[in-house]
C-alpha cells in the first residue's frame, strides 16, 4: 500500500523483453536502500525488486500488467516517480493507494497559471463512475486531487514542488500516464451496484 507522495525520481537505465515480460533496470536514489522482494510504486505500478547493484535495481513487468499500464512505452533515459510501501507508524500524507492501475489516460491539455500548472486527462468512459469533484486519484503514481470533471476527463493542478520533484515536469500533450482510482470509490461503486 502507499499514499501517492513520491520519494524520489528514477532513470531507466536499461530495457529489456524475456517472452512476454519485460524487465526494467532503474537507477535512483533509492536503489541501494532497497532488499530483494520487496514492493516499489514506479509511477503508480506496483513493482517487486528482483535485483539490486551498483546503484540500480531490477523489476519484472508481466503481461498483465503490460496490457494495463503504460510500461510497454518505457524506453532507457525515461524519468519515473518512484515511492516506497506506506509505513503503519507514518502520516497518510496523500490517499490509500493500492499500486495497481485501472487505466490508462492521455494528456489532452497543459495550462502554465504563473507558478502553478494545471494538467488535463482523458480516461476510459467505463471508469466515470469512480470519480467526484475534489476527489483523488493517482498519476503515474502521483496523489491529486481533481477538478473540473466531465464524463471521461479531469483537471489536476500542481504546485511548483510536485512539478520539479516529479516526473510531471516531463508529461506533454498526448502522452499516455497510468491512473488509479480511489480505492474508497471503487468499493463505494461495488456495493451500489449490486443493490
Not at 24 to 31: E, G, N
Request: proline share 2%.
Amino acid at each position: 500500500m502507499f499514499t501517492g507522495i513520491i520519494e524520489n525520481t528514477g532513470t531507466l537505465s536499461e530495457v529489456l523483453t524475456d517472452g512476454n515480460n519485460k524487465i526494467f533496470w532503474v537507477s535512483s536514489p533509492l536503489s541501494s536502500e532497497l532488499k530483494v522482494d520487496q514492493s516499489l510504486s514506479h509511477n503508480g505500478v506496483c513493482l517487486t525488486v528482483d535485483e539490486i547493484k551498483d546503484g540500480m535495481h531490477r523489476v519484472t513487468a508481466i503481461e498483465e500488467t503490460l496490457l494495463k499500464t503504460n510500461l510497454s512505452n518505457w524506453t532507457a533515459g525515461s524519468i519515473i516517480n518512484l515511492e516506497r510501501c506506506m509505513r503503519l507508524d507514518g502520516r497518510l500524507d496523500g490517499h490509500i493507494v493500492q499500486g495497481h492501475v485501472d487505466c490508462t489516460g492521455e494528456c489532452i491539455k497543459i495550462e502554465e497559471k504563473k507558478g502553478s500548472w494545471q494538467f488535463s486527462f482523458q480516461f476510459p468512459v467505463e471508469f466515470a463512475s469512480f470519480i467526484i469533484e475534489k476527489g483523488s486519484i493517482t498519476v503515474n503514481g502521483i496523489s491529486l486531487t481533481l477538478f473540473n470533471i466531465d464524463k471521461n476527463s479531469f483537471t489536476v493542478a500542481i504546485i511548483p514542488y510536485t512539478f520539479e520533484h516529479t516526473s510531471m515536469n516531463s508529461i506533454l500533450i498526448g502522452n499516455c500516464v497510468n491512473l488509479e482510482f480511489d480505492v474508497i470509490g471503487k468499493y463505494v461503486n461495488r456495493i451500489e451496484s449490486l443493490k
